[in-house]
């Protein structure tokens, strides 16, 4: 006996104590503040440098932060018109593809005979790059305004609807077989029962469809548009003036970042049971 607990001993190694899970202690505010800007920071200062002590600093492709800081507070009017212009488009397409996308993708995705018949046709037409539609749109449609609306809803539609398409058909069995044994119409099911427990999916639709529709917003206002950001961006490029287009560009990127974390804000309040 002896000599089996002697093998077992050396068969068997020593415990080796685990390594610690438990995070370290949290940053304070102005740690987490240093890391939020720490990339801009570095960019910041590379830009700097490249305007101003290397070669290219005679480009005049690459303005110094400081002449593009002045052309930017100059243009702001300009910039601000140019905003109220471009969400005319963004707000009626992005809506609209928002209500489209989660009504027939949760009556989708609580139907398998409606997923027989319309997710092939979504595997086919969802992944097509909307900016092939941006020229037909504006030949078809009598104005501007109402084909880059459309192009709009087309690229941020099939990311809402492929998402609450997803969530309910997530749905666990058991809020399935509740909802029968309480006798919910289909449409109570939908809003009661569907719709919430979709919401985690959809509102990660939304986040990638607003990205587009930004992003197929200006697009589209380098093609005719005569106001709007991307018109903004294209005209002074034209002229060659590239403080101003760099301007333009940092601003676009600043009203897309506010309305990206607008969007984050009503995901955490609508979604407040969840961590």
Do not use: C
């Amino acid at each position: 006996m002896s000599d089996f607990i002697a093998l077992v001993d050396l068969q068997v190694p020593a415990a080796v104590p685990a390594a610690s899970s438990e995070p370290g202690p949290a940053p304070g505010w102005l740690g987490r503040a240093l890391e939020s800007v720490s990339v801009w920071i570095v960019l910041l200062l590379a830009w700097w440098v490249a305007s101003v002590h290397l070669p290219l600093g005679d480009n005049p492709l690459l303005p110094s932060p400081l002449i593009t800081a002045r052309a930017l507070w100059e243009s702001l009017p300009e910039l601000w018109a140019g905003t109220l212009s471009s969400l005319t488009i963004l707000i009626p397409g992005f809506a609209l593809a928002t209500l489209l996308g989660i009504v027939s993708g949760l009556t989708v995705g609580t139907s398998a005979r409606l997923q027989r018949i319309f997710l092939p046709f979504a595997k086919v037409a969802g992944p097509v790059p909307p900016t092939v539609y941006i020229p037909y749109a504006i030949a078809i449609l009598p104005t501007f305004k109402l084909s880059a609306i459309f192009v709009v809803f087309i690229g941020a539609f099939w990311p809402i609807f492929q998402n609450a398409v997803a969530g309910a058909h997530a749905l666990e069995q058991r809020y399935r077989d509740n909802a029968r044994i309480l006798g919910l119409t289909r449409f109570e099911y939908q809003r009661r029962v569907v719709f919430p427990a979709a919401l985690p999916h959809v509102f990660t639709g939304m986040a990638v469809g607003l990205a587009f529709s930004f992003i197929l917003l200006t697009v589209a206002e380098l093609f005719g548009a005569n106001a709007g950001l991307g018109r903004f961006v294209q005209y002074y490029a034209d002229f060659a003036d590239y403080p101003k287009m760099v301007a333009g560009i940092l601003y676009t990127g600043l009203v897309t970042f506010l309305a990206m974390t607008i969007l984050d804000g009503v995901r955490r309040r609508s979604l407040f049971w969840l961590k």
